[in-house]
């Protein structure tokens, strides 16, 4: 590989994990360099990508596709009611077959109502979630985990020195984390910006936020949060809260512990 | 009769496995593929049909989703489709980056917003066959292989096209730098 080569893969994938590539970015440090500024330009990018989603999209499709599945399962059951009725009886007459359709309806009903109530359910959920004044610290931190809950599904990783050049946006550094980093990203907790990443652990995908203190917004609520899946414990400190999230069942004080050690503020 | 009741709970089963399927998609899925339909047409209301439309089909033929790690390129090829139709049908107007409002709640400095700003419009100004591998790649996490298989293209040409994009997108936004640069002095 010359150069050249390693100029062109390293633009087609930043994030490239290729040994070759690693090894031969290792040889000099203008190549490692290059990755690094690479890498930060394609956070700019993905910064810049990341539009904001409609709220409610979810629900919305979940009630389209309910309503359509409704209307659907209708005609296919008048479809495959037909033979059987030309066969009871000489041709069949449209009459029939409208009688026919409202009985179905009726029948169809049960499927509706919990369509139905599911929607009422997905509604609630992320009505509850999107006031986001008053909840606890907990609860807002899941809710954020579950918004970008793909963060959870990336594999390439990101180096240290792209998290710090982030990081010291806020004002911050880290010494290091206890596992591959995998997502990173500015995101807004209430108002503050803070960092959003994902590294990875012997017990799956971890999730960080670190978010200066001023706003308060991990103020209000206990510093041990959970639900069926994940598990969380926040950090209050003087300059910022670092929230840490794990899937239920990780050891999650050796790494609050790692990571609140790794932190330090220059100023 | 009775086989006959089995059955129908049976079906009932069924429908209940597909939709409980059916609603991980969504969830997993709807907002990269609504950041991608974005970029593919940069209008959100048609960017959310084209998510809509995309998940009505999804449903309608989950059965031949046979590997759920399969969903992400199987929804994308839905969708690009999608969007192929929507040209057969109508031609939009495409409304140019610079009049549209993106209004991103995620970024708070005013500094961020203007950089976001410029790279938007660059990356708007990118040749299709260029900004497509990119979008797929940043938006939606896709891999080379990934990308060659909905493209329908070869590793190697995906890879050269992303290496340009990158390119492409660093040179006019250094030329954008120095135009800044020029005007301030």
Same mark, same amino acid.
């Given at each position: 590989m010359?150069?050249?080569?390693?100029?062109?893969r390293i633009?087609?994938?930043p994030?490239?994990t290729d040994?070759?590539?690693v090894?031969?970015?290792e040889?000099?440090?203008?190549?490692?360099?290059f990755?690094?500024?690479?890498?930060?330009?394609?956070?700019?990018l993905?910064n810049?990508?990341?539009?904001?989603?409609p709220?409610?999209l979810?629900?919305?499709?979940?009630?389209?596709?309910?309503?359509?599945?409704?209307?659907?399962?209708?005609?296919?059951?008048q479809?495959n009611?037909?033979?059987?009725?030309?066969?009871?009886?000489?041709p069949?007459?449209?009459?029939?077959n409208?009688?026919?359709?409202?009985t179905?309806?009726?029948r169809?009903r049960l499927?509706?109502?919990?369509?139905?109530?599911?929607l009422v359910a997905?509604?609630a959920?992320?009505?509850?979630?999107?006031q986001?004044?008053?909840?606890?610290a907990g609860?807002?931190?899941?809710?954020?985990?579950?918004?970008e809950?793909?963060?959870?599904?990336?594999?390439e990783?990101?180096?240290?020195?792209?998290?710090?050049?982030?990081?010291?946006?806020?004002?911050?550094?880290l010494?290091?984390?206890?596992?591959?980093?995998?997502?990173?990203?500015?995101?807004d907790?209430?108002?503050q910006?803070?960092?959003?990443?994902?590294?990875?652990?012997?017990?799956?995908?971890?999730t960080?936020?670190i978010?200066?203190?001023k706003?308060?917004?991990?103020?209000?609520?206990?510093?041990?949060?959970?639900?069926?899946?994940f598990?969380?414990?926040?950090?209050?400190g003087?300059?910022?809260?670092?929230i840490?999230?794990?899937?239920?069942?990780?050891?999650?004080?050796?790494?609050?512990d790692?990571?609140?050690?790794?932190?330090?503020w220059l100023? | 009769? /009775?086989?006959?009741?089995? $059955?129908?709970?049976?079906? *009932?089963?069924?429908? =209940?496995? &597909?939709?409980?399927?059916?609603?991980? !998609?969504?969830?997993?899925?709807?907002?990269?593929?609504y950041?991608?339909?974005?970029?593919?047409?940069?209008?959100?209301?048609?960017?959310?049909?084209?998510?809509?439309?995309?998940? /009505?089909?999804?449903?309608? $033929?989950?059965?031949?989703? *046979?590997d759920?790690? =399969?969903? &992400?390129?199987?929804?994308?090829?839905? !969708?690009r489709?999608?969007?192929a139709?929507r040209?057969?049908?109508?031609?939009?107007?495409?409304?140019?980056?610079e009049?549209?409002?993106?209004?991103?709640?995620?970024?708070?400095? /005013?500094?961020?917003e203007?950089?976001?700003t410029?790279?938007?419009?660059?990356? =708007?100004?990118?040749?299709d066959?260029?900004?497509?591998?990119?979008?797929?790649?940043?938006?939606?996490?896709?891999?080379?292989?990934?990308?060659?298989?909905?493209?329908?293209?070869?590793?190697n040409?995906?890879?050269?096209r992303?290496?340009r994009?990158r390119?492409?997108?660093?040179?006019?936004?250094?030329?954008?730098?120095?135009?800044?640069?020029?005007?301030?002095?």
């Amino acid at each position: 590989m010359d150069d050249l080569e390693f100029r062109r893969r390293i633009s087609a994938q930043p994030n490239s994990t290729d040994k070759e590539l690693v090894e031969f970015a290792e040889q000099h440090s203008e190549r490692q360099e290059f990755i690094n500024d690479m890498q930060a330009f394609d956070l700019d990018l993905a910064n810049a990508l990341d539009v904001p989603v409609p709220a409610g999209l979810a629900e919305r499709i979940l009630a389209n596709t309910a309503a359509h599945a409704q209307n659907e399962s209708l005609t296919t059951e008048q479809v495959n009611q037909a033979p059987a009725d030309t066969s009871a009886q000489t041709p069949p007459q449209q009459k029939d077959n409208l009688i026919e359709a409202s009985t179905r309806f009726k029948r169809a009903r049960l499927p509706l109502a919990m369509a139905a109530s599911v929607l009422v359910a997905v509604g609630a959920f992320l009505f509850s979630s999107e006031q986001n004044v008053a909840y606890a610290a907990g609860e807002h931190a899941l809710a954020h985990v579950y918004y970008e809950i793909n963060s959870l599904q990336k594999t390439e990783a990101i180096s240290l020195a792209t998290v710090n050049e982030k990081f010291a946006v806020l004002g911050g550094h880290l010494d290091e984390l206890p596992g591959k980093v995998t997502y990173l990203m500015f995101c807004d907790f209430k108002g503050q910006k803070g960092l959003h990443l994902v590294f990875e652990s012997d017990y799956g995908p971890m999730t960080v936020f670190i978010v200066p203190s001023k706003q308060q917004s991990f103020g209000i609520g206990d510093n041990d949060f959970q639900d069926d899946r994940f598990e969380g414990h926040i950090n209050r400190g003087a300059d910022a809260d670092t929230i840490l999230v794990a899937s239920l069942g990780a050891p999650l004080e050796n790494y609050n512990d790692r990571i609140n050690g790794a932190i330090r503020w220059l100023n | 009769m /009775l086989g006959n009741e089995n $059955s129908k709970s049976q079906v *009932l089963v069924d429908m =209940a496995e &597909k939709k409980t399927r059916y609603e991980k !998609l969504v969830h997993i899925y709807h907002s990269e593929l609504y950041r991608f339909a974005y970029w593919l047409c940069r209008d959100p209301n048609i960017a959310e049909d084209l998510v809509q439309e995309t998940f /009505l089909r999804a449903w309608r $033929s989950l059965d031949s989703l *046979l590997d759920q790690k =399969a969903a &992400k390129p199987w929804l994308l090829t839905i !969708l690009r489709r999608e969007n192929a139709r929507r040209f057969e049908r109508k031609q939009f107007d495409y409304s140019d980056v610079e009049n549209d409002t993106l209004v991103d709640e995620k970024s708070v400095t /005013l500094d961020d917003e203007m950089e976001q700003t410029v790279i938007q419009r660059q990356i =708007a100004k990118l040749p299709d066959e260029y900004r497509e591998p990119l979008l797929l790649q940043v938006v939606m996490g896709c891999s080379g292989e990934e990308i060659a298989e909905i493209l329908d293209l070869n590793k190697n040409t995906v890879m050269t096209r992303l290496y340009r994009a990158r390119n492409q997108l660093k040179e006019a936004l250094s030329r954008d730098d120095e135009q800044l640069k020029g005007a301030s002095n």
